[in-house]
Nanobody, 118 residues
Framework: QVQLVESGGGLVQPGGSLRLSCAAS????????MGWYRQAPGKERELVAT???????NYADFVKGRFTISRDNAKNTVCLQMDSLKPEDTAVYYC????????????WGQGTQVTVSS
């Protein structure tokens, strides 16, 4: 069974930074795409950033220039560096891994809370 475990969330002031990590129980090279999503209270879960097995990245417009997604295949870890944080970035952040094989199989972490407040 695949497990994704997030860490690094917390409380930060506006303009501050946090680094989220997602550790996988299997080689992340086996995932076609890995990414970060977030869900704020009363809102739908939304895409934040993705990274493919080839290293290609994609970002939601609202984080472009502020967040950076990266992967370390040797450590089976995907990270999200979040800079210039805003109060509207407050949400639970989820790690996702997708395997495309006779359909798309999605795996999710349990989520980590990020709160941006003064």
């Amino acid at each position: 069974q695949v497990q994704l475990v997030e860490s690094g969330g917390g409380l930060v002031q506006p303009g501050g930074s946090l680094r989220l990590s997602c550790a996988a129980s299997r080689s992340i090279s086996s995932f076609n795409v890995m990414g970060w999503y977030r869900q704020a209270p009363g809102k739908e879960r939304e895409l934040v950033a993705t990274i493919t097995s080839g290293g290609g990245t994609n970002y939601a417009d609202f984080v472009k220039g502020r967040f950076t997604i990266s992967r370390d295949n040797a450590k089976n870890t995907v990270c999200l560096q979040m800079d210039s944080l805003k109060p509207e970035d407050t949400a639970v952040y989820y790690c996702n891994g997708a395997i495309i094989f006779y359909g798309t199989h999605n795996y999710w972490g349990q989520g980590t809370q990020v709160t941006v407040s003064s």
